[in-house]
């Protein structure tokens, strides 16, 4: 079998590049490429080294493992114990997933004839699977692995952002009370035009059986002037709380929104409890959030209330 030395350490090279690459990304480190090339090369030398039998010895977990340590001081420095242990973490974590998606996909593609072809029988009655795998398959599904830790990666960050803007809901009416997460959104300025009170809007599942089935409906297909002719004739308990909110609609044509006047809505907000008196609930038939993270829009008026 003839082995060419030269394409194994640019492979490896290209690679263990890569894979720093990602991981500077992931943690939002500066380096200088000169640094980064040259753990890159450790690396991919390593990796030439165990073609020689004499040093058979340097395949072992705790020189891997010494050498990635290396690797890392090499590329981006030490910075601290808490802040090079958590470089350690996540080259590891992109190392696992870059080798998972190689061989996932690898798998997957394959048909069942060649797996059968891929199985090897050894002497001592072991099973042995030989991967095949191209340079130009390998560097796809290198870079789609990235791609993808990189989207789930800033889809989380951007999530857990999102969570600082979070706040606990809490309306009264009479003996009634609906609790649910609302998002603060300070571009949320819907305010009633004739008492100038802020605007929350609230998922119209929050409500319950309070609001008749028919309303419902009409709410779900914004028919909300509909709702206004059959006030007094529908029965419906909070008829003397009920407004009508015009706003601008996506089109920029004027809609309307059916509202209610609470007794008061309490917002806890990081340890911090509001509670507001002059606020309007707006009624949303649809889904303001797609992963039902928050079902009500908080206007940031009413953080400032006492």
């Not at 690396?43 to 039998?53: D, E, H, R, S, T």
């Not at 069942?112 to 029988?121: A, D, H, K, Q, R």
């Not at 993808?148 to 003996?175: N, S, W």
């Not at 002037?225 to 007094?232: N, P």
Request: proline residues 3%; hydrophobic residues 50%; charged residues 20%.
């Amino acid at each position: 079998m003839i082995v060419y030395i030269d394409i194994i350490f640019l492979v490896n090279l290209l690679i263990d590049a890569a894979l720093l690459l990602v991981t500077a990304k992931s943690r939002r480190l500066s380096f200088r490429w000169w640094r980064l090339l040259l753990s890159a090369c450790i690396g991919a030398a390593y990796v030439v080294f165990l073609f020689f039998p004499p040093l058979s010895f340097l395949y072992t977990f705790a020189v891997k493992f010494i050498l990635s340590l290396i690797m890392l001081l090499t590329a981006f420095g030490y910075g601290g114990v808490q802040h090079f242990w958590r470089n350690v973490g996540a080259f590891y974590i992109i190392n696992f997933v870059a080798a998972g998606a190689v061989v996932g996909v690898h798998y997957f593609w394959m048909s069942s004839g060649e797996v059968i072809n891929g199985i090897l029988f050894t002497q001592s009655g072991g099973v042995e699977h030989r991967l095949q795998i191209g340079l130009l398959f390998l560097a796809a599904v290198l870079c789609f692995a990235f791609w993808l830790y990189r989207h789930v990666q800033q889809t989380a960050k951007k999530k857990e952002e999102m969570t600082a803007f979070f706040a606990q809901v809490d309306v009264h009416i009479d003996q009634f009370e609906s609790s649910c997460t609302g998002l603060i959104d300070t571009g949320n300025q819907l305010y009633d035009p004739l008492t100038k009170t802020p605007v929350m809007v609230m998922e119209l599942s929050q409500w319950g059986e309070k609001i008749p089935e028919a309303w419902r409906k009409r709410i779900e297909r914004a028919e909300v002037d509909q709702i206004v002719t059959a006030i007094g004739t529908d029965e419906f308990e909070w008829q003397d709380r009920l407004r009508l909110v015009p706003y601008r609609g996506v089109n920029r044509s004027t809609q309307f929104m059916l509202a209610i006047k609470p007794d008061r809505v309490v917002i806890t907000h990081n340890n911090r409890r509001i509670e507001a008196m002059k606020v309007l609930i707006g009624l949303d038939g649809g889904k303001l959030s797609a992963d039902n993270a928050y079902q009500a829009i908080i206007h940031p008026h009413l953080l400032e209330s006492s």
